[in-house]
């Protein structure tokens, strides 16, 4: 059953985005050559004690973490640690939560270490990151679930990938609702397969966490022996962009966007519901 929040629940999920925001800003510039995603963990876990929120990673469902570091062919739910070393010329996708008056934010964004990447990469950071917001400007009453995968899928497939073949979206994952719990119904697929219906109607006080998950090559994934990290199956590598999105009467609001999405919702046409904290 999907949850509808109010418009008090929702001011407070903006709460907990901006904290995620916070975390994000902080991580990406720690994220520098010599660091260790154990290192990054510990800045986030400073931003959350800062803002007085609670972690929603660590601890769920045993993940001994505070949030993922995904690096290279890692897809998603990489576990932080003191021995993987960041390099010049990496990537890592950071994904993290917060908790505040028991309401969840939930982002995940790629980074650049150092620099030299090859344009493919800078290429696949951008389509996945574009396509999260073409299936956030998806976000209106009206439309229906499938409506944001398809508007997710129908931007990657159009892309043209440098050396030629298809990006790969990744089936395992997707996003997912989000409120008082970080992982709700409806469960979002970043691609549409018919048989799974429409999904449900977007009505205000619906809340996504909308997360394209992409790789240079295959859409298949493999667990490793931790039960966590997450890897492609041929060892190309990924990008993991996502926000958590409120559809309100005035429109999507962007709760782990500083700005509410405004200045990329405008990319589309779309005009960005105003922050209910600045009322």
């Known amino acids: 059953m999907v949850q509808i929040k109010t418009p008090e629940q929702i001011a ?34 400073k931003v959350l004690a800062d803002h007085d929120a609670k972690p929603n990673f660590l601890g769920y469902g045993g993940f001994p973490a505070t949030i993922c570091t995904s690096v290279n062919e890692v897809v998603v739910h990489g576990i ?4 993987v070393v960041l390099k010049d010329g990496d990537i890592i996708s950071i994904d993290c939560g917060a908790i505040v008056d028991g309401w ?32 956030i400007a998806a ?34 994952y997707g996003g997912h609702g989000i409120g008082t719990e970080m992982h ?43 039960d966590w990290t997450v890897i492609t199956t041929d060892g190309t590598w990924s990008s993991h962009w996502e926000h958590s999105v409120a559809l309100t009467e005035e429109g ?6 500083p700005d509410c999405g405004k200045a990329k919702l405008a990319e589309h046409g779309v005009v960005a519901a105003p922050d209910p904290l600045s009322a």
């Open 252 to 257: 999507p609001l962007v709760l782990t966007a």
């Open 104 to 135: 969840h934010g939930d982002a995940a964004f790629t980074a650049f270490v150092g620099s030299g990447h090859a344009p493919e990469l800078i290429e696949l950071s951008r389509v996945t990151e574009e396509s999260m917001w073409a299936g």
């Open 80 to 83: 932080p640690s003191d021995e």
């Open 12 to 45: 407070t999920m903006r709460r907990a985005g901006l904290v995620v925001a916070a975390i994000h800003a902080a991580t990406r510039e720690a994220a520098v050559p010599g660091a260790t995603t154990k290192d990054l963990d510990q800045v986030a876990r």
């Open 184 to 226: 709700m119904d409806p469960h979002l697929l970043n691609y549409v397969e018919k048989r799974r219906g429409k999904g449900p109607k977007l009505v205000p006080g619906f809340c996504l966490a909308i997360e394209p998950m992409v790789s240079l090559g295959t859409p298949r994934t493999e667990v490793l022996s931790d």
């Open 139 to 172: 976000m209106k009453p009206g439309n229906r679930l499938v409506d944001v995968s398809r508007a997710i899928e129908t931007y990657i497939r159009r892309q043209p990938k440098p050396g030629g073949g298809k990006y790969g979206i990744i089936e395992d």
